[in-house]
């Protein structure tokens, strides 16, 4: 059974820094992109960050310049390097995957930025 591994993620004040990490684990024949989304109470769940296997990335318009996502396609993870946080983007934030033709999703890791 394939898996998405979250790590990362907890409390910072604003203007901190977080690094998430997703990993595959699992056997799978293919593998397209991944991303990380994020979800505020009673909201729907957003696009963040979006790298393919080319390495083409798509930013949300509200952490472009602050976030960075990169991806290792021999170990099948990606990062999320989050720098000048804010309140707002206190989250759950969840590791998203095309695996097989299907999209699996990780747990969910909570990000907080409170002063």
């Known amino acids: 059974q394939v898996q998405l591994i979250e790590s990362g993620g907890g409390s910072v004040q604003p203007g901190g820094s977080l690094r998430l990490s997703c990993e595959v684990s699992?056997?799978?024949?293919?593998?397209?992109?991944m991303a990380w989304y994020r979800q505020f109470p009673r909201n729907q769940r957003e696009l963040v960050a979006e790298?393919?296997?080319?390495?083409?990335?798509l930013y949300a318009n509200s952490v472009k310049g602050r976030f960075d996502i990169s991806r290792d396609n021999e170990k099948n993870i990606i990062n999320l390097q989050m720098n000048s946080l804010k309140p707002e983007d206190s989250a759950v934030y969840y590791c998203n995957a095309l695996i097989n033709g299907g999209e699996i999703w990780g747990q969910g890791t909570q990000v907080t930025v409170s002063s």
């Open positions: 790298i393919t296997t080319a390495g083409g990335i």
């Open positions: 699992g056997k799978f024949f293919s593998i397209g992109p």
